[in-house]
Each structure stands twice: as structure tokens, then as C-alpha cells.
């Protein structure tokens, strides 16, 4: 596989602004990205996603808000995760255990200024990325073996795989010229998964020994080394579908969506007729009108700004696609290009989704056809 392949969210352009703290900030994320291209640029089974910001629409804030999240670096393996926290302090950083399980201090100014937890920030990461993807556990991964489903179904209640106990594994990184003073020999949180306090040239060595560690281990209780693990398609699948969720920055600020040049991740199967003209998928002023229900001739467009450039994902609504220009949902066709019969809330005519593809059923003529499928 190529670099590309395993950084398959690189960084986003750098920070353009004057403000000393962000640049600083921007400068300790590209060091750490660097590190992380370097060491994995080449794996074939690591993934690396840089400045990552998730909104799960179908969660909301107390304020009425998508909730979100934004991840600095993550790295995905078979056995797990990392989350990565890049930390620009280049002079001194102060950590200790006084009844609260870590406080922090920064050395700024000539004395020590308290500063939020960025291990408690990453657990908060940790907690909404494993809610999004046990929300899609059945889209992501497969079931359990064919011999174990009883037992699951007697032991959890289910026979589907999911994310309740994926290795979700947290690292500090800061600056390569700044200290780090544990008070007391402090030491981060090692259970159920060792966590790290370090400097970012000493990042990429604990991510390959705990791999090492994961890989070697046959762990027998839940939250051992080397239980939970994916299979390579399936980690394939999930970093895919994280890349997939992404929201731009200019989106996050303005909550309006960029464009850009790249082409569409996905594919209308069948493909449109290619004899159709360009004139009839547009109107009079240019723009692409939305999809409507009964198109199946063309390729699927965002109904709010008509774009092309779309991914298939689903939610507690049903399957739909997301525009990567405006962000906007657009559900999905559940009429049968067959005998056109219509589906209501799951009966009739229905989609599934499996893996990357999204197969349209209809209970009326027995038909079946893959109407989507993500790159």
C-alpha cells in the first residue's frame, strides 16, 4: 500500500493567523505529524487521521448544537486506538496526583499558571468517538464466529461485534524542547491500557511497543492486551467511515460548508447513462437541482446545494448521504427502480448496509440492487 494509503487524513493547510499560541500550537501538531508520517507512512496496517473533527448529527448539545469532537492525531491498528494530544509547551510542564488523579501546571511568565487536563480532554475524545462507532458497530464489523453466536447471545445479549471494549489509549505529546515534571514520580493512568506523558520524538516508539504488545498477547478477560481486535478490511472500513464524518474547519467556524477539488469518494452503482446530457441535470441557472425520490438515472446530489461530492453513511433516520461541500444529510431513494414501489419506515422497500455498499430491497418484486458504494 502506498503512504497515502495508511495518512489517509493528512493535515489541513496551517494556521495563517497571528496569534502567537495558535501558531504555536499548529507548529507542535506538524512536528507530531511529521513524526507520525514517518514512522507509519509505509504500514500497512496502521492508520493515521491528523486534525480530525467529528459531528455525530445525531447527538445534540444541552445547547441545542451538533455535538462534536476534534481529535489532534488519531492512529488506528487492528487491536485499538490512539489519541494523540499535541501539547505546544516548549518550557515547562508540571503534573502530579493531589486527590483529583492528575493537575496540571505550565511554567509561563516566570511562575506556574494552572491549565486544563489534556488526558482528561483526550478521555472525552475517546468516550464520543467509541459512542459513534458503537452506534455503527453493525455497518463496521461483522459478527462473531458462526460457533460463538449462541454463547455471545446466552453471555451480552447480542451476536454482533462492537466497540464497548476497544483499546481507546491516550498520549500526551508536547514539545520536543520543553520538560515534563512529575510530582511525586508521577506516573499516567496505566489500566485498562497503559497512557503516556512525553515528548513528541518519543511518540512513535510507545504506539510500536504497545502494538507489539497487543499483538503478542492472547488475552483472556475484557479489557486484556490482544482481545479485541479487527480484521484488516474491517480497520480499513472503520478509518474509512471516520474520514467520512470529518467536518472541515471553516465549516466548524461558520457551520457553512468549503469546497474543493478532489473527486467524489463514491460511486452510484449502476453508474448513470453516460449518452445523458449535462444540460438536463441542471436548471436554468446552472445549478444542479436536488435529488428527488423517483431519480434513478443520475447520480445521487446533495438537496441543498446540489453537489456531487457525497458519501454514504446512516443514522437513527436511515441511510443517507453526506455532502463533503455543505455537510448537509440527504436520504436515500427507498423506492424500487423495479416495479417503484415505495418503502415507509422500514417495510416495504428498505436499504441495508453492508461494509462499504448500500443494497436496496424491495418486499414486492424481490429485487435487490447495490445503489451506493463508498471508494
Not at 489534556?118 to 458503537?134: E, K, N, S, T, W
Request: glycine content about 8%; hydrophobic content about 35%; charged content about 25%.
Amino acid at each position: 500500500m502506498s503512504e497515502a494509503d495508511m495518512i489517509i487524513k493528512e493535515r489541513e493547510s496551517a494556521y495563517a493567523g497571528s496569534d502567537p499560541r495558535k501558531i504555536a500550537g499548529d507548529n507542535a501538531e506538524s512536528q507530531m505529524a511529521f513524526y507520525l508520517q514517518r514512522a507509519f507512512g509505509q504500514s500497512e496496517d496502521v492508520y493515521v487521521l491528523n486534525n480530525l473533527r467529528l459531528v455525530d448529527p445525531d447527538r445534540r448539545t444541552f445547547e441545542g448544537d451538533e455535538d462534536r469532537c476534534q481529535i489532534d492525531h488519531l492512529v488506528i491498528h487492528q487491536w485499538g486506538m490512539f489519541i494523540i494530544e499535541s501539547k505546544s509547551i516548549s518550557t515547562a510542564v508540571r503534573v502530579g496526583d493531589h486527590g483529583a488523579g492528575d493537575e496540571w501546571s505550565i511554567f509561563w511568565n516566570n511562575t506556574y499558571t494552572g491549565m486544563a487536563s489534556p488526558i482528561q480532554q483526550a478521555a472525552r475524545q475517546g468516550d464520543y468517538l467509541r459512542q459513534l462507532l458503537q452506534a455503527h458497530k453493525s455497518e463496521l464489523l461483522d459478527k462473531v464466529a458462526v460457533g460463538f453466536r449462541t454463547l455471545s447471545r446466552m453471555f451480552n445479549g447480542t451476536d454482533q461485534r462492537g466497540f464497548k471494549f476497544l483499546p481507546m489509549q491516550i498520549i500526551v505529546a508536547i514539545s520536543d524542547h520543553g520538560t515534563i515534571d512529575r510530582v511525586h514520580n508521577w506516573k499516567p493512568p496505566s489500566k485498562p491500557f497503559r497512557s503516556v506523558v512525553c515528548k513528541a520524538d518519543q511518540v512513535t516508539s510507545f504506539i510500536e511497543n504497545e502494538i507489539r504488545t497487543h499483538r503478542v498477547s492472547k488475552g483472556t478477560r475484557r479489557g486484556d492486551y490482544g482481545l479485541w481486535k479487527m480484521r484488516r478490511e474491517e480497520l480499513d472500513v472503520v478509518a474509512r467511515f471516520l474520514v467520512s464524518r470529518h467536518v472541515p474547519q471553516a465549516h466548524m467556524n461558520r457551520r457553512v460548508g468549503i469546497s474543493a477539488s478532489r473527486p467524489p469518494h463514491g460511486k452510484l452503482m449502476p453508474e448513470s447513462d453516460p449518452t445523458q446530457s449535462h444540460s438536463a441535470a441542471t436548471n436554468a441557472s446552472g445549478r444542479v437541482p436536488p435529488q428527488s425520490d423517483a431519480t434513478f438515472a443520475l447520480p445521487p446530489r446533495c438537496k441543498e446545494c446540489g453537489s456531487a461530492r457525497l458519501q454514504g453513511s446512516s443514522g437513527r433516520f436511515g441511510p443517507y448521504w453526506l455532502c463533503e461541500d455543505c455537510r448537509t444529510n440527504t436520504a436515500m431513494p427507498v423506492v424500487c427502480s423495479t416495479c417503484h414501489a415505495r418503502g415507509s419506515k422500514g417495510k416495504g422497500v428498505r436499504i441495508r448496509r453492508r461494509v462499504s455498499s448500500f443494497i436496496r430491497e424491495c418486499d414486492h418484486c424481490g429485487s435487490q440492487e447495490i445503489i451506493w458504494t463508498n471508494a
